[in-house]
């Protein structure tokens, strides 16, 4: 029982890994587009952290066009 167990979890592992690596590849690409949360932030809104890479954003390095983002993920 334990062992039947154990080998589910590591096929559930395998395809969580598979359906990542596909999704990764898919967005990649172009064949998927990532799905937005929702929020109601808008441009104007100040994070300390970057919303695309998560990376904290010091003063000069905001993007301009959207203070939500750094200038790696928002390059104009
Ligand atoms: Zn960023």
């Known amino acids: 029982m334990l062992s039947i167990n154990k080998d589910q979890k590591r096929n559930k592992i395998m395809e969580n890994n598979f359906k990542n690596g596909l999704i990764k ?4 690409h172009g ?10 932030s808008k441009k104007t809104d100040y994070f300390s952290n970057c919303r695309c890479c998560g990376q ?21």
Do not use: F, M, T
């Not at 590849?25 to 990649?28: A, D, S």
């Open 25 to 28: 590849y898919g967005l990649k």
């Open 31 to 40: 064949y998927i587009k990532p799905r937005k949360k929702k929020d109601n």
């Open 56 to 76: 904290y954003i010091s003063n000069d390095y905001r993007a301009n066009l959207d203070k939500r983002y750094c200038q790696d993920c928002l390059p104009y």
